[in-house]
């Protein structure tokens, strides 16, 4: 294919200028040099769009490495607590069969004895992972933090006397007193729970910067009141009709920086942290921070589950190693932009270098010429890389406007960076040109070598 063009041209010679053999620069069909410049032009700017494109995109991966959470999580792990079905253990180390440790449990307690004997056993663990060397917070929440597991909640606002409650929706997690200081979340007004709040299931909220700015703009959201449908009694997936959700009234008491509290590229419009008694089925998840590796820690608490009852069963997972797994897929997508971004500088250069040695080729002549009347070596460079980078320069432009119509695919990948990335379209713009001023150089300057004597009988 990309010796179509070329065959169809030479398949229609002109026999007057063959014969005359006039193949120096004064004699050059125009169409050829017209074809092979345009050629050079579409390498380059093709280039530049997949440059354009890697770049932005390598620029994102290191975006999402160093984005701010909003939260610290290094050495800091979550432990899913759950129970083992009886049949995954052993008769003799069977709790309900007289087993060590365990609250035994005869057939026909139904689910809800269960779900307490879970939440008391989730309690014992995390009173002796607070008992353990080098730990330093343990909290417990019912969703883990940059797990994707969050979702929203119904949230209403009291109206001005008269008129209707506005029903909203919001992000939240039911959280302890000490998550704030296990993930390190900073508060920037008010307080955070106490944990007489925390183990009375006290009314009172906790929300992000963003949910105040939103809720009440220009306004203190201290002691606001903010009707949440996730803290009634009854439950808001129980309810087909929402507009008779019971919304259990929250006070608001303490206002924290906005965080990403579901994936690290979603940044929450709005967060609610509610209070999670200790005793609550639904906090599934310990939080733990560590004052070093948690590697150690981690360990342990395999160990300490079965030791407090064999059918307790937890899984242990760092939060980073998390962040790790939603970054792979921008990892990879840099990668291969940043493949075929070079490839085709590969094959531009290649190009563009190819077709300064074939002018200098032809024009072999015009050169002995000039330099027999006194040109100079830098003359006859800067005569080749004038043409060279009018070239590049047309590329280039035609290249950043094929980059920002490419750019606009990549906005659903892009975290907190613009499509028209200045840094990004100035640096590839600058990189390319230099490349392309290399590519014309190495064949100029051959050119200045040239003997007059010998490139005027040159045929």
């Given amino acids: 294919g990309a010796g179509l063009a070329p065959a169809l041209q030479a398949s229609k010679p002109e026999l007057t200028r063959a014969l005359k053999d006039e193949g120096s620069t004064f004699g050059q069909h125009l169409s050829q040099a017209r074809l092979r410049s345009g050629l050079v032009v579409a390498?380059?700017?093709?280039?530049?769009?997949?440059?354009?494109?890697?770049?932005?995109?390598?620029?994102?991966?290191?975006?999402?490495?160093?984005?701010?959470?909003?939260?610290?999580?290094?050495?800091?792990?979550?432990?899913?607590?759950?129970?083992?079905?009886?049949?995954?253990?052993?008769?003799?180390?069977?709790?309900?069969?007289?087993?060590?440790?365990?609250?035994?449990?005869?057939?026909?307690?139904?689910?809800?004895?269960?779900?307490?004997r879970e939440s008391e056993l989730r309690r014992q663990l995390a009173d002796r992972l607070r008992a353990m060397p080098g730990v330093v917070a343990v909290s417990q929440a019912q969703q883990q933090p940059l797990s994707g597991g969050m979702g929203n909640t119904g949230v209403t606002l009291p109206g001005q006397p008269g008129e209707t409650l506005q029903q909203l929706e919001a992000r939240f997690n039911f959280v302890s007193a000490e998550y704030f200081e296990t993930l390190a979340i900073p508060l920037t007004r008010g307080r955070p729970f106490t944990a007489q709040e925390v183990n009375a299931n006290a009314p009172v909220v906790v929300i992000s910067e963003a949910t105040a700015q939103r809720y009440w703009p220009g306004a203190d959201p201290l002691s606001k009141q903010l009707g949440i449908a996730a803290g009634s009694e009854q439950p808001e997936s129980d309810v087909r009709d929402k507009a008779a959700i019971a919304y259990r009234q929250y006070e608001?008491?303490?206002?924290?920086?906005?965080?990403?509290?579901?994936?690290?590229w979603d940044k929450d419009e709005t967060f609610l942290y509610m209070p999670l008694p200790p005793t609550s089925p639904s906090g599934q998840y310990l939080m733990v921070r560590s004052d070093g590796d948690p590697a150690p820690v981690m360990n342990m608490v395999r160990g300490t589950a079965t030791t407090i009852d064999p059918l307790l069963r937890v899984s242990v997972r760092r939060i980073e190693e998390t962040l790790a797994l939603q970054m792979a897929p921008f990892r990879a997508i840099a990668w291969l932009s940043g493949v075929l971004g070079i490839l085709a500088l590969l094959l531009a250069s290649i190009g563009l270098y190819g077709v300064m040695s074939f002018v200098v080729t032809q024009r072999t002549r015009e050169i002995g010429i000039r330099v027999a009347l006194g040109a100079e070596p830098v003359d006859v460079v800067r005569m080749f890389l004038v043409q060279g980078l009018k070239l590049t320069a047309i590329g280039v432009v035609c290249g950043v406007l094929g980059g920002a119509l490419i750019s606009r695919l990549l906005v659903a990948v892009l975290i907190d960076l613009s499509t028209l990335d200045p840094v990004t379209f100035i640096a590839v713009s600058v990189f390319l040109t230099v490349v392309a001023l290399l590519a014309i150089l190495v064949p100029a300057r051959r050119a200045t070598k040239v003997d007059p004597l010998v490139a005027l009988r040159y045929e």
């Fill in 43 to 116: 390498q380059i700017a093709v280039c530049m769009a997949l440059l354009l494109a890697a770049g932005l995109l390598v620029r994102n991966l290191q975006r999402v490495r160093t984005i701010d959470t909003g939260m610290n999580t290094k050495n800091v792990f979550a432990v899913a607590v759950g129970l083992r079905a009886l049949s995954e253990v052993p008769a003799d180390r069977d709790p309900r069969r007289g087993g060590r440790g365990g609250v035994v449990d005869a057939g026909g307690s139904g689910e809800k004895k269960d779900a307490t």
């Fill in 252 to 264: 608001v008491i303490g206002v924290t920086r906005d965080a990403r509290s579901r994936w690290i």
